[in-house]
């Protein structure tokens, strides 16, 4: 039982290192992680290390290339300029429908959660720039529940990557994080008023900024 606490221990000790330092930039997109590496400075073995690995990849911030190993998932500008576009188009569409479908059990969740978002966004640490992270995650999903579409649902599952929403909060100036937190007020505001144009359009910023935040942060912009 002892031993089987201090594997779960290590692997989840390696598993923190990876994620923590692929959000902050100290791994690099694109920049391979070889196990012995890894082990080192998580200071686990190899083992548990290769469960973190995979538990990564699983959650896309890692990717295995046949004959290299493992490496932090990376995408091009293009590929960014691509992702977010297509989540402007989607959640925006998604914004519109859920402001006359949204019910009030839903928006008295995502006031919580916008609550909750600004009181960690005030502290503007790591770990709480994680929490944000994941309190966005839960808005957007409970929007996307209330668009009540099956098919956009499927569609933007393919497009959201979570590792770049993390990475993009951790580049947040002070200044844009609280534009963030207007944002989700305004789309608040929209839905109370079942404005569907107006929901879609402060959705489409919304997006289009944090494409902004990510890109600045690479000296596209």
């Known amino acids: 039982m002892m031993g089987a606490t201090a594997?779960?221990?290590?692997?989840?000790?390696?598993?923190?290192?990876?994620?923590a330092g692929i959000v902050d930039g100290t791994f690099e997109l694109g920049a391979r992680l070889p196990e012995e590496d890894v082990a080192e400075r998580a200071g686990?073995?190899?083992?548990?290390?290769?469960e973190a690995?995979?538990?990564?990849?699983?959650?896309?911030?890692?990717?295995?290339?046949?004959?290299?190993?493992?490496?932090?998932?990376?995408?091009?500008?293009?590929?960014?300029?691509?992702?977010?576009?297509?989540?402007?188009l989607l959640e925006s569409h998604a914004a519109g429908l859920a402001a006359t479908r949204v019910a009030p059990a839903q928006l008295l969740e995502m006031h919580d959660l916008a609550d909750e978002m600004e009181r960690a966004a005030t502290r503007a640490?790591?770990?709480?720039?994680?929490?944000?992270?994941?309190?966005?995650t839960r808005f957007h999903h409970t929007i996307l529940a209330a668009a009540d579409s099956g098919r956009l649902r499927k569609l933007l599952e393919t497009v959201i990557v979570i590792p770049l929403v993390h990475r993009t909060f951790h580049r947040y100036t002070t200044e844009a994080l609280r534009r963030s937190m207007h944002h989700h007020r305004e789309l608040l505001a929209a839905f109370e008023a079942a404005e569907a144009d107006w929901a879609a359009t402060?959705?489409?910023?919304?997006?289009?900024?944090?494409?902004?935040?990510?890109?600045?942060?690479?000296?596209?912009?």
């Open 53 to 88: 690995l995979r538990r990564l990849a699983a959650e896309g911030f890692v990717t295995f290339i046949p004959n290299r190993g493992a490496q932090v998932a990376s995408w091009t500008d293009q590929d960014l300029e691509e992702i977010f576009e297509l989540r402007a």
């Open 125 to 136: 640490t790591a770990p709480s720039l994680d929490r944000v992270a994941e309190l966005n």
């Open 7 to 19: 594997g779960i221990s290590a692997a989840q000790r390696a598993y923190d290192v990876v994620r």
């Open 202 to 221: 402060v959705m489409r910023t919304h997006v289009l900024a944090a494409r902004a935040v990510l890109l600045a942060g690479r000296g596209v912009r």
């Open 44 to 50: 686990v073995s190899r083992t548990p290390v290769r």
